[in-house]
Nanobody, 126 residues
């Protein structure tokens, strides 16, 4: 059974940091494009970061330089390190797996191409 479980969300002040984790079971995560998406209240889901099977990464413009996606293939975990957080980063964050090995920048705008976990809430106060 395939399953994605996020953890590590919570509250932070602007300028602070949080690290999200995703436990992937039933997947060989080294085969797939992995990602993090977020959905603020009342808004559409948006792509944040992607990491391909070969380790190549893609980031949304509004997190580039602040967020880092990484993975541990052997442990079937992947992560989102978030630094210099801003109030506009507040959202429900979801880890995701695509059905392909490579990631392309346009996939950040195609959330329907991914399978998701249940999400973890991130709230950043001014």
């Amino acid at each position: 059974q395939v399953q994605l479980v996020e953890s590590g969300g919570g509250s932070a002040q602007a300028g602070g940091s949080l690290r999200l984790s995703c436990a992937a079971s039933g997947y060989r995560i080294d085969w797939y494009c992995l990602g993090w998406f977020r959905q603020p209240p009342g808004k559409e889901r948006e792509g944040v970061a992607l990491i391909a099977s070969n380790g190549d990464t893609k980031y949304a413009d509004n997190v580039e330089g602040r967020f880092t996606i990484s993975k541990e293939n052997a442990a079937s975990f992947f992560y989102l390190q978030m630094t210099n957080l801003k109030p506009e980063d507040s959202a429900m964050y979801y880890c995701a797996v695509a059905d392909r090995s490579l990631c392309y920048e346009f996939m950040l705008r195609e959330p329907e191409s991914f399978t998701y976990g249940q999400g973890t809430q991130v709230t950043v106060s001014p």
